[in-house]
């Protein structure tokens, strides 16, 4: 039922029409959860794509079955492709020039367009190439058949025969709203920020001027996250995007207290806050936080604010009428092209960019915080419609990245020498279903255990699974890793993050979930099995809990710290539900009182940490092989690095020596959520 009190949260009419729960992209009337169905194709202005050229088009549709079971494109195309120009690069054409969704021929201007996207590192021949291999009649009709969409693959006629044509990246217009900026207050003058900060460059170039560097002019940024992981990647790229810009990263500075550092938040130039949505309190925290910048632009200083992220998607230009000092709203999708939205807001203006676009392979390189582990998105996006969640709004539809693409930039990662790359995804089991052919994720991780990577990767995690969605093939190409590793564990490490959320069957219905507690300890029973729980700590299955969801009663909050006892989670991701805008839920009247669900959240917390000291005191007196991170922050004599469970574990070393190594380590001390250790033997690798 709905509460006029939470009206707030929403128009209810829309809500229900949108996000019932249990409507998903695998139910018959799961349209518009698809990206072709909700971004305008005609905004692409060039794709990059690969083909094979085949005699008929029984050999390409075989390819494609092929493609549809998991196996390499270019290997395919190297293997059984008769084009002399591109077999040897495994099929690889090239960008392809788009107009209003089609292919647009030599005679079109490209580049240029108001709005078209950047186009570093292609040249217009490599623009016009394709139409040298596949044909005019051949690419217009691909622009037809095709969605244009990155991962899908077509099988069209041409000239010289049938291709097979994939698409591996795309470039779109940016879509943006860009609005006059008001007078700012105080000074009564318009207030253009980046112009002011780029003025020295920019007219340096000219003569004006001394540009940047040799006035001394050094501008800085600073990048603050809030969130999940996937919004730690999004910041990693927005800051390779405002490095290739000229900016610095701003240095935390100690302020002469114990222990503690202090923000420069007045020296920064450009602030990005990377907002995140799902409970209340992050929400707030992202006003706050804009408070002391927007002061600082009211006083006339030059600073850009952009606000990016979960907050950015769902307020859109809102946000603007709360904070008018900010320049640049950008939801999630538009994080590798932050530069370029940037550049829009440049002029003066306000730039808002939330509208949906295919994804695309980064241009600039993120900027990684670690030498050791990196974050890897393979699926941007959400289709559940969970009741109570806010994501499939802020983050978009579902869209995966092509095996390609992943399995370059993990290779990528290993040739320089990082040890850890985690997979991303909001489901991550999903990936590959928004794709044509569709792909499996289980083919994606035997790909990347076989292929991905230089000797030097040592580990590959992944996040976060779907209990409706993981299949046993995820689990048996885990243990298959192992297995033929010879060692305790191989490259794929055995940490399944699996969010049950509830134990109880009536509040899983509710939250529209699509599973049961009998389903989910089928998936913990089958990773048991091949992952023995032993005193070697094999493996780890970690999980999220919401309590106080609406209508939640006192017995099926039990159930779910029986669904708890049983299963005796490594972690878990505890918290109180709190209402978002745009969700069934927060309309219901049923809501939980606020001291009852304080109350169940404190005896989950204590439930889980009771846990998870039972489940660190299992490695106790074993042998682990630790990866190092770096130097303990608190003890310079130790250093920190990860079982392959993902326990943190200090001991005794010289991080200078041993950071990026991995080190075999005797557990001494066993605490709730980290360990402690000492080093076996001299030997690291």
Not at 185 to 191: D, I, P, Q, R, T
Not at 400 to 407: E, N
Not at 489 to 500: D, E, K, S, T, Y
Not at 597 to 613: D, F, G, V
Request: net charge negative; aromatic share 6%.
């Amino acid at each position: 039922p709905q509460s006029k009190q939470h009206s707030k949260f929403g128009d209810a009419a829309r809500i229900y029409a949108d996000a019932p729960g249990v409507r998903t992209p695998t139910t018959k009337d799961g349209g518009g959860y698809k990206a072709e169905e909700v971004v305008n194709r005609e905004l692409v202005t060039a794709v990059r794509i690969r083909h094979a050229l085949l005699q008929s088009e029984e050999l390409a549709q075989e390819l494609l079955r092929r493609v549809r079971a998991g196996e390499d494109f270019g290997l395919l195309a190297a293997a059984a492709s008769g084009c002399e120009m591109t077999r040897g690069r495994g099929g690889a054409v090239g960008w392809v020039p788009m107009k209003g969704g089609r292919y647009v021929g030599k005679e079109d201007v490209l580049p240029g367009d108001a709005g078209a996207p950047r186009m570093d590192g292609i040249e217009e021949e490599q623009l016009l190439l394709a139409e040298g291999i596949l044909g005019a009649e051949a690419l217009v009709a691909f622009s037809e058949e095709s969605t244009l969409k990155p991962g899908d693959v077509v099988v069209v006629q041409g000239p010289r025969g049938f291709h097979l044509v994939g698409v591996e990246d795309c470039r779109m217009k940016l879509a943006v709203d860009v609005r006059a900026r008001k007078r700012a207050a105080g000074s009564g003058e318009v207030s253009v920020p980046l112009r002011e900060l780029f003025r020295a460059k920019y007219q340096g170039q000219e003569g004006e001027e001394a540009g940047a560097a040799e006035a001394g002019l050094s501008l800085k940024y600073k990048v603050l996250t809030m969130g999940c992981q996937m919004n730690s990647a999004d910041s990693s790229r927005m800051a390779g995007e405002l490095e290739d810009l000229g900016f610095e990263p701003l240095a935390d500075v100690d302020d002469g207290r114990k222990k503690k550092k202090k923000k420069r938040t007045e020296a920064a130039d450009v602030l990005v806050v990377n907002t995140c949505s799902i409970r209340d309190h992050a929400e707030q925290k992202v006003y706050s936080i804009l408070g002391p910048y927007a002061a600082r632009k009211r006083r006339g200083e030059p600073v850009a604010i952009v606000v990016a992220g979960c907050v950015a998607q769902q307020e859109g230009g809102r946000l603007l009428r709360r904070f008018p000092e900010i320049d640049a709203v950008i939801g999630p999708q538009y994080a590798n092209r932050l530069g370029e939205v940037l550049e829009s807001a440049m002029e003066g203006n306000q730039v808002v960019a939330v509208e949906p676009a295919f994804i695309s392979e980064d241009v600039t390189k993120p900027r990684r915080d670690s030498s050791v582990c990196a974050w890897v998105n393979i699926i941007y996006g959400c289709n559940e419609r969970c009741t109570y969640c806010v994501v499939p709004g802020t983050r978009g539809v579902e869209q995966s990245r092509t095996p390609d693409a992943i399995v370059k930039e993990i290779q990528g990662l290993g040739e320089q020498d990082f040890r850890e790359v985690t997979l991303l995804g909001q489901n991550i089991d999903a990936y590959g279903r928004d794709m044509s052919p569709k792909r499996r994720f289980a083919d994606l991780m035997r790909t990347i255990d076989e292929y991905g990577g230089a000797p030097s990767l040592a580990r590959v995690r992944f996040a976060t699974s779907h209990p409706r969605y993981m299949s046993d093939d995820v689990v048996d190409t885990i243990a298959s890793s192992i297995k033929g590793s010879g060692d305790s564990h191989g490259r794929l490490m055995p940490v399944f993050h699996i969010p049950a959320q509830s134990g109880s069957d009536k509040v899983l219905r509710e939250m529209g979930r699509g599973y049961t507690k009998q389903r989910y300890m089928q998936i913990v029973d089958r990773i048991n099995r091949y992952f023995p729980t032993s005193a070697q700590g094999h493996v780890a299955i970690t999980s999220d809990f919401i309590v106080g969801f609406p209508g939640e009663t006192e017995e099926e909050f039990q159930e779910t710290l029986q669904l708890m006892e049983e299963v005796k989670f490594s972690s878990a991701m505890c918290a109180a539900y709190s209402p978002r805008p745009n969700t069934p839920a927060a309309l219901w009247e049923n809501q939980v009182p606020e001291n009852v669900k304080e109350r169940r959240l404190k005896e989950i917390q204590a439930l889980q940490e009771k846990h998870a000291l039972f489940r660190s005191t299992e490695l106790l007196d074993t042998e682990q092989e630790i990866l190092v991170e770096g130097p303990n922050p608190k003890d310079a004599t130790q250093v920190v690095g990860r079982t392959p469970t993902n326990r943190l574990t200090y001991f005794p070393g010289d991080a200078a020596e041993l950071t990026g190594k991995i080190v075999r380590v005797r557990i001494t001390e066993a605490r709730p959520f980290t360990l402690s250790g000492e080093r076996v033997g001299t030997h690291a690798y």
